[in-house]
């Protein structure tokens, strides 16, 4: 199983970008795909999940919108007014078996991908 995140990239503050994930060896229809994201001498951060509906860390709410494709076992992070403190490596997981109450936990996932880095200048 693979994760690849793409759509990093550098950004003025209050801009967008648009983050995907692509799952191969196996599909995670009835599991979660999720992100997570850690800046420089800070812990992993729960950012945005989604199942059957979206989960999202408060930081982001209203700001970051997390969607899914399952026909093409795809995530996306759509993110918008994106301020420094976003600055992070994102990093996209997957994970079946995944209950309610440890969503928004990294130890949660068994699958992860390499990271995309998001960097917003001020």
């Known amino acids: 199983v693979q994760l690849q995140a793409s759509g990093g990239g550098l950004v003025q503050a209050g801009g967008s970008l648009r983050l995907s994930c692509v799952a191969s060896?196996?599909?995670?229809?009835?599991?979660?795909m999720a992100w997570f994201r850690q800046a420089p001498g800070k812990e992993r951060e729960f950012v945005a999940a989604?199942?059957?509906?979206?989960y999202y860390a408060s930081s982001v709410k209203g700001r970051f919108t997390i969607s899914r494709d399952k026909a093409k076992n795809t995530v996306y992070l759509q993110m918008n007014s994106l301020k420094p403190e976003d600055t992070s490596v994102y990093y996209c997981?997957?994970?079946?078996?995944?209950?309610?109450?440890?969503?928004?936990?990294?130890?949660?996932?068994?699958?992860w991908g390499p990271g995309t880095q998001v960097t917003v200048s001020s």
């Open positions: 989604f199942r059957w509906s979206e």
């Open positions: 060896g196996r599909t995670f229809n009835n599991g979660v």
């Open positions: 997981a997957a994970g079946t078996g995944v209950i309610t109450s440890t969503i928004a936990e990294g130890t949660a996932y068994g699958y």
